[in-house]
């Protein structure tokens, strides 16, 4: 089945660090990619999604680029800031009319000022 | 503004006790989710439906039910509750189709089963 890995569960950076969290994927076709972002107490929220191989998706500073080839949506921001810190969760949606949507286990950034 | 409300917010229950959790959604969307999140797992889909009258199983359906009885509603049911499904657990709503699939959740329900 269609499976999302991200491999940092925690990162720790300091104000206007470079922000690397890296999202490989699993499933056929062209699935929908999606980053989400939960604060606490709170629902995760869309940041952003890509749905064609290259496309890149972006918002609030953060962006990320649908890479087939590699089956990667890596998510980047330049310059992180201490209201960036929260739960980053990539996901897909699967292709062929599949409405089933798959999280990776999330990444908690914490950001010191 | 997309609007996903989960009841109750806080549960208790006991071990082999029956539980609901209740979702309403007034996006009219056609599709719903149930998950569970837990430290390590992140978000896992228990059941999802595509419209009234369905449920399909998701990723960990084992020891739950859905009903979908409208577009608006969509419970989960613990017919008998265990420890191990002490957990927080999210409701979401979204459209169909290839270019939308936005989810919308809900606040989140905090279920202790002792």
């Known amino acids: 089945g269609d499976s999302v890995t991200q491999t940092e569960g925690q990162v720790a950076l300091s104000e206007e660090d470079f922000l690397t969290i890296h999202c490989n994927y699993s499933?056929?076709?062209?699935?929908?990619l999606f980053w989400y972002v939960q604060y606490p107490g709170e629902g995760p929220q869309l940041l952003f999604r890509?749905?064609?191989?290259?496309e890149k998706g972006s918002s609030r500073g953060f962006e990320a680029t649908y890479d087939k080839g590699t089956t990667s949506f890596h998510l980047r921001k330049a310059s992180v800031q201490e209201s960036d810190s929260a739960v980053y969760y990539c996901?897909?949606?699967?292709?062929?009319?599949?409405?089933?949507?798959?999280f990776g286990a999330g990444t908690k950034l914490t950001i010191k000022p | 503004e997309a609007a996903v409300t989960q009841s109750p917010r806080n549960k208790v229950a006991v071990t082999g006790g029956k539980v609901t959790l209740s979702c309403n959604q007034t996006?009219?969307?056609?599709?719903m989710y149930w998950y569970r999140q837990d430290t390590g797992h992140g978000l896992r889909l228990i059941h999802y439906?595509?419209?009234?009258?369905?449920?399909e199983k998701g990723d960990i359906p084992d020891g739950y039910k859905a009903s979908r009885p409208s577009q608006e509603n969509f419970s989960l049911i613990l017919e008998l509750a265990t420890p191990s499904q002490t957990s927080v657990y999210f409701c979401?709503?979204?459209?169909?189709?290839?270019?939308?699939?936005?989810?919308?959740f809900g606040e989140g329900s905090k279920l202790t089963v002792l």
């Open positions: 979401a709503s979204g459209d169909r189709g290839r270019d939308t699939g936005q989810l919308y």
């Open positions: 499933a056929s076709g062209y699935p929908t």
């Open positions: 890509a749905s064609r191989d290259k």
């Open positions: 996901a897909l949606r699967g292709d062929y009319g599949n409405e089933k949507i798959t």
């Open positions: 996006n009219n969307h056609n599709n």
């Open positions: 439906s595509y419209g009234a009258g369905s449920t």
